[in-house]
């Protein structure tokens, strides 16, 4: 494997410095992560003529890389990895169920690479969003709570103190029983459990993005000490804290 990655990096290198060299001489800089984020706010505001806008100024207004030296393929790679990031963004924001806007996304991504011609993957991607983006203000619509909201943000201020179930539905001013099963029913998982996966994904990113020893993670989000943070952390990631760090930090060398 690592002969194999010798030889990658040389063909890499020189596709690389080829490409660089290409988007520069002829300033075609990429810009397509504004050009994404401008998609993903006219999707959740459910605004369909801005989607349809933004789609059409792709290559008018924007640059982006060329995947394949067959240009339909890759267009195909381009839409597909649209659709792809959009609905990640919707589902690790939370404005849809994980499940629900994944399987979508796979079937928007089946049809995409089915296309034909530019003409019809044009027509699936603007379909395509255009889906994702109804779904999700059908979504908000029947499933947005005014409690499950506020609990969540205050989950997300309060994540480095230890929180109680009963704090958070006094700072509402409802029942711990009737949080719990509002939050259980819009979720599909307890508020506890909620709570712990939130800690766990802070943990990563700590881990990931600070110098803070393993310890001073666990405290700081609340774990009751190293060894249990440690324990939890195992379960969940199906690595050790130490394991993850170490294997983030050697792939993104």
Request: proline letters at 2%.
């Amino acid at each position: 494997m690592k002969s194999y990655l010798n030889t990658y990096l040389k063909q890499y290198n020189k596709v690389y410095e080829q490409l660089v060299f290409d988007r520069q001489e002829y300033s075609k800089l990429h810009n397509t992560v504004e050009w994404g984020n401008w998609i993903y706010e006219c999707i959740k505001n459910n605004d369909i003529d801005e989607i349809i806008n933004a789609v059409s100024s792709v290559e008018k207004k924007y640059t982006p890389g060329t995947l394949s030296s067959n240009e339909l393929q890759s267009k195909k790679y381009l839409s597909i990895g649209l659709i792809f990031v959009i609905v990640n963004w919707a589902a690790h924001d939370r404005i849809i169920d994980n499940e629900t806007i994944l399987t979508v996304a796979d079937v928007c991504i089946l049809l995409c690479d089915e296309s034909k011609s530019k003409d019809e993957l044009v027509k699936n991607t603007y379909s395509a969003l255009i889906i994702i983006s109804n779904l999700i203000a059908e979504y908000k619509e029947k499933e947005y709570n005014p409690i499950v909201q506020y609990a969540k943000d205050y989950i997300y201020k309060n994540l480095h103190f230890r929180i109680h179930v009963t704090d958070i539905a006094d700072s509402i001013g409802v029942s711990p029983e009737h949080l719990s099963r509002t939050f259980h029913h819009v979720e599909g998982i307890s508020i506890k459990e909620y709570i712990l996966e939130e800690r766990i994904n802070r943990a990563r990113n700590l881990l990931k993005h600070s110098d803070y020893e393993i310890s001073e993670i666990a405290e700081y989000l609340a774990f009751s000490s190293a060894s249990h943070f440690a324990s939890v952390f195992k379960k969940h990631t199906k690595k050790t804290p130490t394991e993850y760090r170490k294997d983030y930090f050697e792939i993104n060398v």
